[in-house]
């Protein structure tokens, strides 16, 4: 069984810095992909950064390149997100996910599995 569980959250001033842990059990960092996805307020959810475990590439939103970073470390199974230089819109609950099928990291519909998501509250 896959579990998915974000940590990290919390409120911080614009300009300042969070990182985002995403501990992930009954699943291997071997093939498939992850991401991470934000839903602001009253917006839809929407992709922030993927990788490819087969080649480690990583991939960013627009909003987020140069200021966000997705890493993995596979001996604990966990993945992370250093979100520097935050902003008032980088305000949402992130979620984590994983999946071993095809697919686009961007395409939330493509994942089956989803953590519960943490909240991020950045003031001005």
């Known amino acids: 069984q896959v579990r998915v569980v974000e940590s990290g959250g919390g409120s911080v001033q614009a300009g300042g810095s969070l990182k985002l842990t995403c501990d992930v059990s009954?699943?291997?960092?071997?093939?498939?992909?992850a991401a991470w996805f934000r839903q602001p307020p009253g917006k839809e959810r929407e992709a922030v950064a993927g990788i490819y475990f087969f080649t480690d590439g990583t991939s960013y939103a627009d909003s987020v390149k140069g200021r966000f970073t997705m890493s993995r470390d596979s001996a604990k199974n966990t993945l992370y997100l250093q979100m520097n230089d935050l902003k008032p819109e980088d305000t949402a609950i992130y979620y984590c996910?994983?999946?071993?099928?095809?697919?686009?990291?961007?395409?939330?519909?493509?994942?089956?599995?989803w953590g519960q998501g943490t909240q991020v509250t950045v003031s001005p």
């Open positions: 009954g699943f291997t960092f071997t093939d498939g992909y």
């Open positions: 996910a994983v999946e071993r099928r095809g697919g686009s990291w961007r395409d939330a519909r493509r994942f089956q599995y």
